[in-house]
């Protein structure tokens, strides 16, 4: 998961994007209220993830905030195959 510190109406991360020098975009999944949701693929693996960007007004929030690490942090306690695997949380400008 990635938190993005601006916001942008529409695909605000374009399609090629290298994101954290990693994760490269394919395109997007989805949004919400709280971002957007990208499939990306690992640059040196070719393995595929599905991204979450943050938006600036979810980033500026405190308590928001708190709940997106809360919510990167949880699944790692969970062995299930059914419940999503975070690989990764960080910020990226």
Do not use: C, N, W
């Amino acid at each position: 998961m990635i938190e993005r510190e601006q916001d942008s109406p529409a695909e605000s991360v374009p399609k090629g994007t290298v994101v954290a020098g990693r994760y490269r975009v394919e395109r997007r999944l989805g949004a919400g209220g709280m971002g957007e949701v990208y499939l990306v693929q690992h640059v040196h693996t070719d393995e595929k993830f599905a991204m979450k960007v943050l938006l600036s007004t979810v980033i500026s929030d405190q308590t928001a905030l708190e709940r997106f690490r809360r919510e990167a942090r949880t699944p790692a306690r969970i062995d299930s195959e059914h419940v999503v695997r975070v690989t990764d949380a960080d910020v990226a400008p």
